[in-house]
């Protein structure tokens, strides 16, 4: 496996849930009720679920009264956000509806039935935005959905491009020019789902920046419409089956259209070249990593079709390119919160997935007083669990007050105190013995301070598959359920646990990697991330006013808001410098 790359398509997903300590009448995973609650459900007359539609706006928790299906809970959203629009709701709640499309980053008129996801985690689990979305952001966007609705595939423009490509017409250093005003980013689906889901908003926003449709390859398997709904209205971003490059998955850095070849051997001449390859893998070369510096201008506008492979997080190095830095500031005014919008806004979990996250939830997390999230990601091929990841773990909880210590007398066990504190752990992992050992240690010592403990783990699959829809379901399950926990510890270098954080916004304990499993724990074990933001393993290591690229430099110290990741000594992050001094 590449180093710094997290390949794994599941969190740890498996056919049984373990460290299930509960018994409900509603299973996690199935939906299914016992008899007598279904029998309860058929009960509840017109009157009383109307009742319950007005109770959702003034008690969000009552939802979960409500029982497993995803049909009903749809059309309530639909209720509510046409209810928040009254006039006089919105004197007393006047940030419902806000609330509901994220300040503007959604639009209304979905079928909420088809995604119920899109309103749903907004209005009744994720708690407020992290970062509010700035106006030009909202309006920039509602351009893009236009743009991806008058060019997208069914449209007579994708049409025309896509014969033009079939036929192999090329592009001249003069420009061809098109009548129909719509340029392409097809984005290629590889790695693991961490992976692909940082790809997929760094290619939405290098779409975003250089006024192309996104077009995203829909995977082995099709796994694309199995993990998200659609994002854009009256559009589709599903890559057609007939897309007629042969062979375009296949493209590496030596490809003659390769953008290092373009810039650097034919000094940006693009005559003779139906399409330009946008190489931006973590171990890419300096030459293909000059895309960075391209203002989209020098001949990249020329050509109609980009196709870009990418294993990470590109946001850091644009941040470098002069040609996008005054867009970026009016799109982010806080540099902190790319990921965090740009993932609420474009990767909304399929009603199957969504099903799986809001029935765990609501099971097993829902009630306690606090949450805490453990992602342990483990970069090994033995399968085996180690003691000083455990170490690690339980080391970082305590250094950091993240979990109740455990007594260390042995006094009489007492009776539960009224009010008592109650904390659920949610654990993510390929292996089980983890999870298996926190709940133990709960269950064999009290508490010192008397909260009670329970720690929950949805799946375990032991091992890794790539683009196998029933893992990547489950694993895009727990990604979202970390999302909704209150405080998150994940492990260094993974980008699943890159994803969890930047959805939740939430600033995140990063435990250390170590090089050898068989050694002690790091000391020390962890630290809290300077931002929300997901780290880049392959940005670019050169000025972009010079495009030096054989003389490396520190790109980490260039910018305020660009700096070293606390996890990878050459990656790079954003960060908002004022909030980064509060943490």
């Known amino acids: 496996m590449d180093a710094g790359v997290d390949t794994r398509s599941s969190a740890g997903a498996g056919d049984e849930p373990s460290g299930w300590l509960e018994i409900e009448e509603a299973s996690p995973f199935t939906g299914k009720k016992t008899a007598a609650a279904a029998a309860g459900v058929r009960r509840w007359s017109s009157v009383v679920n109307a009742t319950l539609v007005v109770l959702i706006m003034t008690a969000p928790p009552l939802l979960v009264l409500l029982g497993g299906g995803l049909g009903a809970p749809a059309v309530w959203i639909k209720s509510t ?6 006039q006089s709701q919105r004197v007393a709640e006047p940030s419902k509806k806000d609330d509901v499309l994220l300040g503007g980053l959604l639009v209304p008129g979905f079928d909420e039935q088809a995604c119920a996801s899109r309103y749903q985690a907004a209005y009744y689990y994720h708690k407020s935005m992290a970062r509010r979305p700035s106006p030009y952001l909202v309006k920039r966007l509602r351009e893009q959905e236009a743009l991806q609705r008058r060019c997208g595939p069914g449209t007579e423009p994708y049409a025309r491009a896509s014969e033009r490509l079939r036929s192999g017409q090329t592009t001249t250093d003069a420009g061809d020019g098109d009548a129909d005003g719509c340029s392409y980013l097809v984005l290629i689906s590889y ?7 940082l790809a997929m908003a760094s290619a939405f926003l290098y779409a975003l920046l250089t006024g192309r449709a996104l077009l995203v390859d829909p995977g082995y398997g099709n796994t694309l419409a199995d993990l998200f709904c659609e994002p854009f209205p009256g559009a589709t971003w599903a890559l057609p089956a007939d897309f007629p490059l042969a062979g375009f998955k296949e493209l590496g850095e030596d490809a003659p259209e390769s953008y290092g070849n373009v810039a650097v051997n034919r000094t940006g001449s693009v005559a003779g070249l139906a399409f330009v390859y946008l190489h931006l893998d973590h171990a890419a070369s300096p030459a293909s990593r000059l895309v960075y510096c391209d203002d989209h201008r020098q001949f990249l506008h020329r050509v109609q079709w980009a196709v870009l492979r990418t294993d990470q997080y590109m946001a850091p190095g644009l941040f470098f390119n002069p040609a996008y830095q005054e867009e970026l500031g009016r799109l982010f005014p806080r540099k902190d919160s790319v990921f965090h919008l740009l993932s609420r806004y474009l990767l ?8 799986m996250v809001t029935r765990y939830y609501n099971s097993y997390l ?8 453990i992602q342990i990601r483990v970069f090994d091929n033995s399968r085996k669990p180690f003691q000083s990841v455990l170490d690690q773990v339980l080391a970082c909880a305590s250094q950091e007050h993240l979990l109740p210590a455990v007594a260390t007398t042995t006094a009489p066990p007492a009776l539960p105190a009224a009010g008592a ?3 659920a752990v949610l654990v993510t992992g390929l292996n089980s013995w983890y999870q298996e050992s926190i709940r133990e240690m709960y269950w064999t010592s009290a508490t010192a301070g008397g909260a009670v403990v329970s720690v929950h783990q949805p799946s375990h699959e032991e091992y890794q598959i790539w683009f196998y829809s029933k893992h ?6 727990e990604i979202y359920l970390l999302s909704l926990t209150d405080r998150i510890v994940t ?3 993974s980008t699943f646990g890159y994803v969890a954080h930047g959805l939740a916004g939430h600033t995140p304990w990063v435990m250390f990697r170590t090089m050898n499993y068989s050694e002690p724990a790091p000391d020390p074990p962890c630290t809290r991330a300077m931002s929300m933001e997901p780290c880049s393993h392959g940005a670019p290591s050169f000025e972009c006013t010079r495009k030096e690229i054989d003389r490396i430099i520190d790109t980490g110290v260039l910018l305020p808001h660009v700096r070293h990741c606390e996890d990878i000594s050459w990656g790079l992050k954003l960060t908002d410098p004022a909030v980064e001094n509060k943490v």
């Not at 990547?472 to 399950?477: C, E, G």
């Open 348 to 355: 909304h979990p399929t009603n199957a997935i969504w099903g």
């Open 81 to 86: 956000v046409a209810g928040i629009g009254s």
């Open 366 to 373: 829902r009630n306690a007083d606090e949450r805490l999230g």
């Open 191 to 197: 790695r693991g789902l961490g992976n692909r889901m």
């Open 421 to 423: 504190r109650s904390v």
């Open 472 to 477: 990547d379901m489950k694993a895009l399950a």
């Open 491 to 493: 492990s260094g270098w």
